[in-house]
């Protein structure tokens, strides 16, 4: 058996391993793991990863999480072009850097949307207004800190060249696009950038891992979106409490 | 010049770097960045930091953000010892995993519950309701499981049998909470078998003279008007 990536190409990190992976060619066995039925709260998955989080990497008896933790064990053991992952010190430490700040910045509050346009009215909960426009003023906010601090004047988030800044990063804003948000009106230098990044991965592979997140308010619309299980109402519940 | 950090000790990704620098004996100039005088907030500080966060490392004219990214530049650069960061692939990942996690939930965690525990009604003069106190806490008490169950498992450290990046993010984290006066190690004996062993790696006189603002914070002085004004909308931030 070789090596098995656990994923939901609904969720951005699980997209950016998944594009990192066919980019570079590394054989992976896809296993999808269906977050909205809520697959990753259930039994046979967190015997797996116990923390019941995607996407997850198994290389044999290795389980490795977090995405950023499997893009660059990826990066390493398949030895992929420097680009991704400078060997340059410095320019190293620009993507850790921006992935350090993606954590912080990025990551809680891009998610949020999903949750407020989808995920909540699936099981029946409305998030407030309040919060609602807390989160888009963080994502305004986090969008100019994007364009100005990281991106600059450069060609990439982290330098000249792509690296695995540029695709977390997409993916938090694909997120977004897919959910109707006008990201890139009155930012050319961000939208300059993502029509970069997405020429460098080409527009098939984008296209392949991006047309479920794509579909996804013409599914809630609908009503053809699965049904969470039971089991994992509860971390759905929490996930909504928590939301600043 | 040579290597600068600007640091707050009472920040606990700072205290990290901190003792990673001292412990490895990398030369620095401390400038030190008080965080509650609200000198992170400044025009001064800006020109090193835009985002007005620190820790920030200016090595020449590079200018360096973010904990995690600064303690990994420096531990390439200086060429420390193996254990804090491996060269063996899978050893790594689990360093690489365990700073990622952290990230987005012991750090918040720990943060909140010295917010919300103390600085709110101590030092700012705000009340925080039983409610979102009680949240706060069951949050840290849910993490602090995983940490226990997930992560030290049965090791001696988090990510294998010797010190590395990891232990040190994690320890500077937990004292937040302690310094709040919240019995983090109460009940979890693991947990508190672990912290005396990464006290002893990192050497305990290094490991006091780093916590000792932290370990002080509930005998600072309250905030006088402006600067709570001045503080206020970057702790909401913060701590949201």
């Given at each position: 058996?070789?090596l098995e990536l656990f994923?939901?190409?609904?969720?951005?990190p699980?997209?950016a391993?998944?594009i990192?992976?066919k980019?570079?060619g590394i054989?992976l066995?896809l296993?999808?793991?269906d977050?909205?039925k809520?697959?990753h709260?259930i039994?046979?998955f967190?015997?797996i990863n116990?923390l019941?989080k995607?996407?997850?990497?198994?290389?044999g008896?290795?389980i490795?999480?977090e995405?950023?933790a499997i893009?660059?064990?990826?990066?390493?053991?398949y030895q992929?072009?420097d680009h991704?992952y400078?060997s340059d010190?410095?320019?190293?430490a620009?993507?850790?850097?921006?992935?350090?700040?993606h954590?912080d910045c990025i990551?809680g509050?891009?998610?949020?949307?999903?949750w407020?346009?989808?995920l909540?009215p699936l099981?029946g909960?409305?998030?407030?207004?309040?919060?609602v426009?807390?989160n888009?003023?963080a994502i305004?906010?986090?969008?100019q800190w994007?364009?100005?601090?990281?991106?600059?004047?450069?060609?990439?988030?982290?330098?000249?060249?792509?690296?695995?800044a540029?695709?977390m990063a997409l993916?938090?804003?694909t997120?977004?696009v897919?959910l109707?948000?006008e990201?890139f009106?009155?930012?050319?230098?961000?939208?300059?950038?993502?029509g970069?990044v997405?020429?460098?991965l080409?527009a098939e592979l984008?296209?392949?891992?991006?047309?479920?997140?794509?579909?996804?308010?013409e599914?809630?619309?609908k009503k053809?979106?699965?049904?969470?299980s039971?089991?994992?109402?509860?971390a759905?519940?929490?996930?909504?409490?928590?939301?600043p | 010049?040579?290597?600068e950090?600007?640091?707050?000790l009472?920040?606990q990704?700072?205290?990290?770097v901190?003792i990673f620098a001292?412990?490895n004996d990398i030369?620095?100039?401390l400038?030190?960045?008080?965080?509650i005088?609200?000198?992170?907030?400044?025009?001064a500080?800006?020109?090193?930091n835009p985002l007005?966060?620190?820790?920030?490392?200016?090595d020449?004219?590079?200018?360096?953000?973010?904990?995690?990214?600064?303690?990994l530049y420096?531990t390439r650069k200086?060429?420390?010892?193996?254990?804090?960061y491996?060269q063996d692939?899978q050893?790594?990942?689990?360093?690489?995993e365990y700073?990622?996690?952290?990230h987005?939930t012991?750090?918040r965690?720990?943060l909140?519950a010295?917010?919300h525990?103390m600085?709110?009604?101590?030092f700012?003069?705000?009340?925080?309701?039983?409610?979102t106190l009680a949240a706060?806490?069951?949050?840290?008490?849910?993490t602090?499981q995983?940490?226990?169950?997930?992560?030290l498992?049965?090791k001696?450290?988090l990510?294998?049998p010797?010190?590395s990046?990891a232990?040190?993010?994690?320890i500077?984290?937990l004292?937040?909470p302690?310094?709040a006066?919240c019995?983090v190690?109460?009940g979890?004996?693991?947990l508190?078998?672990?912290r005396?062993r990464v006290?002893?790696?990192?050497?305990?006189?290094?490991?006091?003279?780093?916590?000792?603002?932290?370990?002080?914070a509930?005998?600072?002085?309250?905030?006088?008007?402006?600067?709570k004004?001045?503080?206020?909308?970057w702790?909401?931030?913060m701590?949201?």
């Open positions: 058996m070789g994923l939901d190409l609904v969720s951005q699980s997209r391993v998944y990192f992976a980019k570079n054989p066995e296993r999808t793991v977050l909205i809520g697959q709260k039994k046979e967190l015997q116990s019941g995607l996407p997850t990497l198994k290389d008896d290795f490795l999480t995405s950023s893009l660059i064990y990826l990066s390493c053991k992929t072009p991704w400078p010190l410095q320019a190293r620009r993507v850790h850097e921006y992935l350090g700040w954590a990551r509050t891009f998610g949020i949307p999903l407020v346009q989808v909540g099981i909960v409305q998030v407030p207004e309040e919060k426009e807390r888009r003023t305004d906010q986090a969008l994007l364009e100005d601090k990281f991106l600059g004047d450069r060609p990439f988030l982290a330098g000249q060249q792509v690296t695995l540029d695709l993916e938090e804003l997120q977004l897919a109707g948000y990201l009106e009155g930012r050319p230098r961000l939208a300059t950038w993502h970069r997405e020429a460098f080409g984008c296209q392949e891992a991006h047309s479920i997140i794509f579909s996804i308010l599914q809630a619309a053809t979106l699965p049904t969470p039971p089991e994992a109402y509860p759905m519940l929490l996930r909504i409490a928590r939301i | 010049m040579g290597l950090l600007y640091l707050d009472l920040s990704p700072c205290r990290a901190y001292k412990k030369p620095f100039e400038r030190i960045v008080d965080l005088k609200g000198q992170h907030l400044s025009d500080f800006a020109q090193v007005k966060k620190v820790p920030a490392l200016k020449e004219d590079f200018t360096l953000t973010e904990s995690v990214a600064i303690l420096l200086y060429k420390v010892p193996d254990y804090w491996p692939l050893a790594r990942a689990r360093v690489d700073l990622a996690w952290q987005t012991l750090r965690s720990c909140r010295l917010w525990k600085m709110f009604p101590v700012l003069g705000e009340p925080v309701s039983p409610q706060t806490l069951a949050e840290l008490d849910v602090l995983l940490l226990e169950d997930k992560f498992q049965n001696a450290f990510t294998g010797h010190i990046l232990d040190l993010v994690a500077t984290e004292m937040h302690v310094g006066g019995q190690f109460e979890r004996p693991k508190a078998t672990w005396q006290e002893a790696a990192v050497g305990e006189d290094l490991f006091r003279e780093a916590h000792e603002v932290i370990l002080k509930k005998d600072f002085p309250p905030a006088d008007p402006t600067i004004q001045k503080l206020m909308p702790v909401l931030a701590i949201r």
